[in-house]
């Protein structure tokens, strides 16, 4: 039966590996029922459809929509249930930072956060923690109370009436506008408030969830209606968060690791990129190593080992970039450069700009 198991697992490994997913934007999971009988969770409908080209050892059923409802070999049979969240109903960040793991455990690994006013589907519920799917389609289980339910109409308000985002890389929203008074929130750089004309240094603002209060006016700026992307500004705001120390997962000024950094800097100038190195390393138009003399500040360049792509940074020009890497910092690909760094030249692979 062991045998059995393991040629399934290989199975939706090979499916999502022919749908371009892996564990990161694809999750499953066997569960024993009864003796001989178990279920398969998953949360991408095109796995599912995939897994019959890979299941050649067992006998399937199949439901009206041609999709798998079990599986049966050995004297096993494996049922199929498919993991789809509710179209009009999500999770609402309401805390600063939320953190985002690989199970449903503080001891598991950290894979991602998202900041307050974020929001993401519910796919599965076991005790206090939630199954989600984020919109970037990255998976990962997020303890309850950094959440509210509530449904998409009342977050979409909410972000067409957020025009002020928070600058600084961590303000405090205070229950009076006066610095003594007691502190109701802290919003991370990039989140987006209900925001008040200013007055007396202060502007009243409110959160996503309901919570209310105070925060300076010099920590906010306007969001402004279509700003097209600027690789001037961009640099500059990357450039703010020097100093940060590295933390795995780690994509707000409480820690970067070198693609949450990438993210963040980015989604601040108004553009969505994939969480991971590697998966930005498919987006935009190639610039070969070779051409590396003609990054413009804005673009990216990966490193890795062969065709791994490991690590990824800014480009602020001149041969300059910026990057995670035991803390934020720059760097520079020229070896006449006080900033010069041998052992990512060695490892530097490619570039790619964003912008068109």
């Not at 096993?76 to 449903?104: N, Q």
């Amino acid at each position: 039966m062991d045998n059995v198991l393991q040629r399934l697992c290989e199975a939706v490994s090979a499916a999502e590996k022919e749908c371009g997913l892996d564990w990161r934007r694809s999750y499953s999971k066997l569960t024993s029922r009864e003796r001989g009988s178990f279920e398969l969770e998953l949360t991408r409908e095109e796995v599912l459809r995939a897994l019959p080209r890979h299941l050649e050892e067992f006998s399937l059923d199949r439901d009206e929509r041609e999709l798998v409802r079990a599986a049966s070999a050995a004297g096993l049979t494996v049922r199929f249930r498919l993991l789809a969240p509710a179209a009009d109903r999500l999770l609402w960040v309401t805390s600063s930072v939320a953190d985002v793991r690989r199970e449903g455990a503080h001891s598991a690994e950290l894979l991602t956060q998202i900041i307050m006013g974020d929001a993401a589907y519910q796919l599965k519920e076991e005790g206090d923690w939630r199954l989600v799917r984020l919109p970037d389609d990255y998976h990962g289980w997020i303890r309850s109370w950094y959440l509210r339910e509530t449904d998409a109409r009342e977050i979409a308000a909410y972000a067409a009436a957020a025009r002020a985002v928070v600058t600084a890389n961590v303000g405090y929203v205070l229950s009076a506008a006066d610095e003594k008074s007691l502190p109701v929130s802290e919003a991370v750089a990039g989140t987006r408030l209900v925001a008040a004309p200013p007055a007396g240094g202060y502007r009243a603002v409110n959160l996503p969830g309901g919570k209310s209060g105070f925060i300076r006016e010099e920590l906010l700026a306007e969001r402004g209606e279509r700003a097209e992307p600027d690789r001037g500004r961009l640099v500059g705001r990357a450039m703010r968060f020097i100093g940060i120390p590295y933390l795995w997962g780690g994509t707000t000024p409480k820690g970067f690791d070198c693609s949450g950094l990438v993210q963040r800097v980015f989604l601040m100038e108004g553009v969505s990129l994939p969480r991971d190195s590697d998966m930005q390393a498919l987006v935009g138009d190639l610039i070969p190593k070779e051409d590396a003399a003609r990054l413009a500040p804005g673009d990216l360049l990966f490193f890795g080992e062969g065709t791994r792509v490991t690590h990824v940074a800014i480009s602020i020009g001149e041969g300059r970039y910026i990057h995670s890497s035991g803390e934020v910092r720059i760097s520079s690909l020229l070896s006449g450069d006080d900033r010069y760094d041998e052992k990512f030249l060695k490892i530097f692979l490619f570039a790619r700009s964003v912008f068109r």
